[in-house]
């Protein structure tokens, strides 16, 4: 059974940081490639960062410098590094794998960054 299981989300302060984790089972994690979104209350779903199998990776314009997104192969994890946190990142943060035509979404974490 294909499961992503996200954790990490919460709430910070503006300037923080938080790391997001999403662990894949039920499928070959090293063959797909994984993207972070975020859909924030009333907009639509967007594609944040990605990486693929061969680790390539690219960032929505307004997070680059500041996310950083990983994966480690031998845990079937992909991890997403949030720093310098603003209060416009707030959404809920979604993991998803993808392979040809083939993709996976987890349930999402919720990420509020506020004072």
């Known amino acids: 059974q294909v499961r992503l299981v996200e954790s990490g989300g919460g709430v910070v302060q503006p300037g923080g940081s938080l790391r997001l984790s999403c662990r894949a089972t039920g499928f070959v994690f090293r063959s797909y490639g994984m993207r972070w979104y975020r859909q924030a209350p009333g907009k639509e779903r967007v594609l944040v960062t990605s990486?693929?199998?061969?680790?390539?990776?690219s960032h929505l314009d307004s997070v680059k410098g500041r996310f950083t997104i990983s994966r480690d192969n031998v845990k079937s994890t992909v991890y997403l590094q949030m720093n310098d946190l603003k209060p416009e990142d707030t959404a809920i943060y979604y993991c998803?794998?993808?392979?040809?035509?083939?993709?996976?979404w987890g349930q999402g974490t919720q990420v509020t960054v506020s004072s």
């Open positions: 998803n794998a993808y392979y040809r035509q083939l993709s996976y």
């Open positions: 990486i693929g199998y061969d680790e390539g990776t």
